[in-house]
Nanobody
Framework: QVQLVESGGGLVQPGGSLRLSCAAS????????MSWYRQAPGKEREFVAR????????TYAEFVKGRFTISRDDAKNTLYLQMSSLKQEDTAVYYC?????????WGKGTQVTVSS
């Protein structure tokens, strides 16, 4: 059974930083690309970043380029999202995602609130 458990969210001031983690279990983590998405109140869920296997090559949404860094530790089955220079518009629930067996798997999310 695929399990994705996000953590690390919280309240941060504009310009601050947070690191999100996603602990994965129930599948061969190192074999799959992993992604972060987010959903702000009243908005659709949107793609944030993805990291591929082996090379660990990342891709990012335009609105986070240069501010967020996705990484993975295959030995720990853990996905990370380092967020810096946070803006109020980054406020959202952040979700970990893996596409596995033709199915999108999601965690329950972690709330990030950027506010002064």
């Amino acid at each position: 059974q695929v399990q994705l458990v996000e953590s690390g969210g919280g309240l941060v001031q504009p310009g601050g930083s947070l690191r999100l983690s996603c602990a994965a279990s129930g599948f061969a983590f190192s074999r799959y690309p992993m992604s972060w998405y987010r959903q702000a109140p009243g908005k659709e869920r949107e793609f944030v970043a993805r990291i591929f296997t082996i090379s660990g090559f990342p891709t990012y949404a335009e609105f986070v380029k240069g501010r967020f860094t996705i990484s993975r530790d295959d030995a720990k089955n853990t996905l990370y999202l380092q967020m810096s220079s946070l803006k109020q518009e980054d406020t959202a629930v952040y979700y970990c995602n893996v596409y596995l067996n033709e199915y999108e798997n999601w965690g329950k999310g972690t709330q990030v609130t950027v506010s002064s």
